[in-house]
């Protein structure tokens, strides 16, 4: 069984509206699994995809941008998490540093809003942490990335349904 398939029967009891904000404030999932899911199984309003997908998106970032820096300076104290944060936190600088710190927070909105793997809210977030970029200004690029996400999946997937629909 999927993980997809798995999550789905997990919220199965759930309204179908909850389930989209439950599965957009995913890590694994996001916007990016939340609007196709309301989109394509839940029959959803487009509009009322859209909103109930970004608002799970954005539920996990206040907390994220909040207390990822005392939660990792808590766990660091540990091997095991040492070496996760060492790993991330290179990672993110080694593959996005030129563009931190050419662009700042424009940088940081068009890393979220690129609907990839590895690219939204959540990594929006550690990314922000490792480049030091102020709360306000996170916050509002992350938004304003997830914004640009959610309409560029939304007509994405409303395309490939619609394509669907022809054959």
Not at 24 to 38: D, N, Q
Not at 116 to 132: E, I
């Amino acid at each position: 069984m999927s993980l997809e398939a798995v999550v789905l029967e997990l919220l199965s009891s759930v309204p179908h509206w909850l389930a989209t904000v439950i599965i957009g404030a995913l890590p694994i999932f996001e916007l990016r699994g939340a609007i196709p899911i309301a989109l394509g199984i839940y029959d959803m309003n487009p509009i009322a995809a859209y909103l109930f997908a970004v608002l799970g998106n954005m539920i996990p970032v206040v907390p994220l941008l909040l207390y990822l820096d005392p939660v990792s300076k808590y766990l660091r104290r540990y091997a095991i998490f040492d070496s996760f944060f060492s790993w991330l936190f290179g990672r993110t600088q080694r593959n996005h540093s030129a563009r931190f710190e050419k662009y700042g927070t424009l940088a940081l909105t068009i890393f979220v809003a690129i609907p990839l793997p590895v690219t939204g809210a959540w990594t929006g977030c550690a990314a922000a942490f490792v480049f030091g970029i102020k709360f306000r200004h996170a916050i509002i690029a992350i938004l304003a990335g997830v914004l640009i996400a959610g309409l560029i999946v939304s007509v994405v997937t409303l395309t490939g349904i619609g394509l669907l629909d022809l054959i």
